[in-house]
Each structure stands twice: as C-alpha cells, then as structure tokens.
C-alpha cells in the first residue's frame, strides 16, 4: 500500500499510474470515502470528548436533579455515537479495499504497455546451440531418458502432476545445491522457511489481489484441513500454501523495527512452491513448463528507504541471476517489464529468460521486483534511521533458481544426437559421482 498522505498530495501521479498499469482504479473515488471516513472518525472523536466531559460533570454535580440532567445528555451523546460507529466501520472496509489496489508509481524510465508482448528486450547473452540433428523437446528427453514420468505423476497428482526419477531427480537437486551454494558466496543468509503459512504474510507481501483470498483470482492454495492450537482447540487461523518462498521470508520481520545498521539484509530461501495457476488455463499443457508444484531458491533484500540504493542492490541481484545462466551455459536474455505486465505494487521489474530449443521459444527462468515500501507497509516492517526517525524498509526480491525450467533449458540445450544429455560443468560437483552425462540405462 502507499501512505494516504502521499496519495493525497500525488493525486494526478498515481492515477496516471494506475492508468499506465491498465487497472481499474479511480483515486477520486479513494478520496471521497477517505474524506467521509476521516470527517467522521472526527465527529465521534468530539463526542468521545463530549462523553469525557459528561462523566467529569456527572462527579461534581452540586444536587441529584443536575445529575439526573447530566446523565440524559449522556445517553444522547453514547446514542448518537453508536448510530454513527456502524457507519464508520462500513467505511474503514471501503476504504482498506480500495487503498489495497493503490499502486507503486513505477520509475519514469519503465516502458508503458499493456501486457507481455509490450515488455523490452534490454539484451541477448549467450550463443544459441546449433545442432546437426532435429532437436527434441524436454517431453521426449526425459521420456526416452526414463528421468520423467509425466503419466503416472498425472495419475497420482492430476494435471499437471511429474515425476523425476534418477538422474533427472539428481539433476534438479544439484541446480538447486549449485544456486543455494552460490547465493551463500554473495553474502546471503539461507534459509528454510515455512511453506504453510496464514493469511497475512500472503496478504502482505501482495500475493492477494483484494484485502482477503480470493480462489477466483489468487493462484494460491488453500488448506482445508483444521490445524490445533497449542492448547489443543482448532485453530481460526486460514493456512495457504506458498508460491514461492518471498512471503515466508518477508514475514519474518513482520511488525518489527529494524535498526539502520542491519540494512541492507539479504536472504535466500529454497522452499517448495505450489501455484494453481487459475490463470494460465489451458496455456502450456504438457510438460514441465507450467506446473502446480516445484522447488526454487528465492533472494530477498530488505533495505532502507532510499530509492536509489533500491536500484542498486536489484541490479546486484539480477546480475547474480545472469551468472548463474552464464555458469550453465545457457543463452539467455533479459526484458524490462512493461508497466501493464509488472503487477501493482512494483517500482521496476526484470525478467530472465533462457532459450529452449526443443520448445523453439524463450521461457521465463527468473523475474526480480522493487517494491519500495508498498508491502512493508501492509506487513508493518520499519527501521529506526540514523536520527531514530521510524521508516518503512524497501523491500525487494528475485528468483535465483526454480526447478522446472532451467531443468528444461538443459536437457534441451545440451542433447547429444544418441539422446543423452551433458550435465553442465558446474553442476557435477553436485551430481552423483560427478557424474558429466545422463545416458540411456
């Protein structure tokens, strides 16, 4: 969320943000329930005060009859606030959903367009394989390679169900061991957070796109399943699996205030990530591209309020993500997200994608996001400054590795005409008996 003050001062330059991210937003319609929410939070202070006033008058009353005039004008005042407070309450509710949809004023240089065909290449880096043979796709390498099962993950776990088996099991272990290592080397606390978590770390971190769960619109699953209190009662608490573990590692510092002096605060996470994809339906149907369940290795920063070592430390951590593509041996490229594409409470966003052979098409391996202090705010994270001034943190985050795709670019990148595949050099640390080459058993 952003600070009502700052809307109220930036009304034209919010709503242009709005424009510009094609939401259907109106901040007029904002201020109007803020101004009679505000004007009425004061009548029922004053009458709070007139009530105050009454009970001190009720105490020094000189006779019975002045008191029993006293009480009348009491009642009145208590009358007149409890008709007004239902009102109130009504207008807290508008006004948090409609602040919920407010969005970050994106960086004036991200380009203005609607959706993911309007997103800017920035570069290309990395030699696309040429192969003296037609290449196959990731279905049929890791089907002929006996390394994926994707009928009996179907039958098991429905659509969009896998297994790895073997090799491919070891492969996507050793990219995540490769990418946890890694992120250790530049510095970053690791971390296993909870995968099961409540409503508000969802909330906060903006993974709802109203104030509460919405399974019409979120791609988050529900657990249905009643969890027990330490004193054994069932909990009231919802429970959400993660898509990733950002909002887990955001949470951690929920309702905290930090000191300066730990600022910038850097931390991975390897988590399993489940997403029901409601909105992806029927794209991308077969194979590993596009599934509920995998496991990736997240980073998140958590930084003070200053915009431009904001934009310093994401370009840090997306080129910690062009390494670990380089590393692979994969070509890949890097796009500025369009404004209609970057999601409402993003400042500036930036996508990875490797080349996929067998596939013919670039695929979204990673995606690095700024959002300022728009979900500090909603998860209530300050830091007290060097002049002990309280701020809210800056709050980034970037995928350093999921399982699926960069698995993926590798089978499909790296396939030998006998239809094996050779395991990246930096990989078979990793890999069983460093092992270099994955063969038909």
């Not at 960086?107 to 609607?114: L, M, S, Y």
């Not at 029901?276 to 149907?285: A, F, H, L, P, Q």
């Amino acid at each position: 969320m952003l600070d009502i003050k700052y809307i109220r001062d930036n009304t034209d330059k919010v709503q242009k943000a709005a424009d510009n991210k094609f939401l259907d937003f109106k901040v007029e319609e904002l201020l109007s329930v803020d101004g009679e929410r505000v004007a009425l939070m004061q009548e029922i202070e004053e009458l709070k005060a007139q009530k105050n006033e009454v009970n001190n008058k009720i105490k020094n009353a000189d006779s019975d009859e002045e008191r029993q005039k006293i009480i009348a004008s009491g009642k009145e005042i208590k009358e007149k606030t409890e008709k007004l407070e239902p009102r109130l309450k009504e207008l807290q509710q508008e006004f948090m959903e409609l602040m919920v949809r407010v969005p970050t004023v994106a960086a004036d240089d991200v380009p203005v367009g609607k959706d993911e065909n309007e997103n800017v290449v920035v570069y290309e880096k990395g030699d696309k394989p040429e192969f003296d043979f037609t290449p196959k796709d990731h279905i049929v390498i890791g089907t002929d390679l006996d390394i994926i099962d994707f009928d009996r993950g179907a039958k098991v776990a429905g659509y969009r169900g896998y297994y790895l088996k073997g090799d491919g099991a070891a492969l996507t272990m050793a990219l995540m061991m490769y990418a946890l290592h890694k992120m250790i080397a530049k510095g970053f606390s690791p971390m296993i957070p909870p995968t099961l978590v409540k409503e508000f770390a969802l909330f906060g971190s903006g993974y709802f796109k109203g104030t509460q769960y919405d399974q019409t619109e979120d791609e988050i699953y529900q657990v249905a399943t009643k969890t027990k209190e330490a004193d054994g009662k069932d909990s009231k608490e919802k429970k959400f699996l993660v898509g990733t573990a950002e909002p887990s590692l955001l949470a951690y510092y929920a309702g905290e205030v930090l000191d300066e002096s730990q600022l910038p605060m850097k931390l991975c996470g390897y988590s399993q990530c489940y997403r029901s994809e409601i909105g992806s339906y029927g794209k991308d149907t077969k194979g590993m591209y596009r599934v509920h369940e995998f496991m990736k290795i997240e980073q998140v920063v958590i930084a003070k309020a200053d915009i431009d070592e904001s934009e310093k430390l994401q370009q840090e951590m997306v080129a910690i993500s062009e390494e670990i593509h380089a590393e692979l041996g994969l070509s890949y490229r890097k796009l500025a997200i369009c404004t209609g594409d970057m999601g409402t409470g993003k400042y500036r966003m930036f996508d990875l994608e490797a080349w996929m052979p067998g596939l013919d098409k670039w695929g979204e391996t990673g995606s690095a996001s700024n959002f300022l202090d728009w979900q500090s705010r909603r998860l209530n994270v300050k830091y007290k400054d060097k002049d002990g001034k309280k701020k809210h943190v800056y709050m980034l985050n970037n995928t350093v590795l999921p399982s699926p795709r960069p698995f993926i670019a590798i089978l499909e990148n790296f396939q030998q005409s006998d239809g094996s595949v050779v395991i990246p050099e930096v990989l078979r640390p990793y890999m069983p008996g460093g092992k270099s080459i994955i063969k038909k058993t």
